[in-house]
């Protein structure tokens, strides 16, 4: 329980079970202790690719990210080494409130590509909850270098995390069709 406590911090934070809907890690969020069980919210983490597109692509809009053609952020997931996303579940509803997912080599690189938090639950500490799975999940897989690439406006969240621009100060380099 611990382990979590670091990540939720704030009083609401009890608990850290198994599901089986999810096979992950669960936090619960429980309001006041007056609420019943069908009140109380849990944040779910999770590594199954089955996400509904349309659910997905509302979280972006959300954030007001550009729209992206589902075919292709299909196959995005599909061929991406891991896949996570982050829930709001209420009961029996779920809602998907968070998602990441990383690209690799399967040996020692890996690069974390739309990292995401619906604007409701940003400020909360989830998003670094999210990384923070996503970056366990990749060391258990024994990947030892993870890059990724920052908006400015969010730089200063991946420092928080012990990200950095290459230490040896190599600049990365784009190619685009023309």
Not at 14 to 36: I, L, P, Q, R, Y
Not at 154 to 177: A, L, N, T
Request: a neutral charge.
């Amino acid at each position: 329980m611990g382990f979590w406590k670091t990540w939720f911090n704030t009083p609401e934070s009890v608990a850290t079970t198994k599901t089986t809907s999810f096979d992950e890690h669960t936090a619960s969020a429980a309001g006041d202790s007056s609420s019943n069980s069908m009140n109380e919210a849990r944040i779910v983490f999770s590594t199954e690719r089955d996400i509904d597109l349309y659910e997905l692509e509302e979280l972006c809009d959300a954030v007001g990210w550009s729209r992206r053609p589902l075919r292709k952020v299909k196959k995005a997931i599909e061929h991406s080494f891991l896949v996570a996303s982050m829930w709001q579940v209420r009961g029996n509803q779920k809602r998907l409130i968070g998602f990441a997912r990383a690209t690799s080599d399967h040996a020692f690189n890996a690069t974390i590509w739309d990292v995401v938090v619906h604007p409701d639950f940003q400020g909360k500490g989830l998003g670094k909850a999210l990384m923070k799975y996503v970056l366990k999940k990749l060391r258990s897989e024994e990947i030892s270098n993870v890059t990724l690439f920052a908006d400015p406006h969010v730089v200063d969240f991946y420092r928080s995390m012990g990200f950095m621009s290459d230490p040896e100060g190599i600049k990365g380099m784009f190619w685009y069709p023309h």
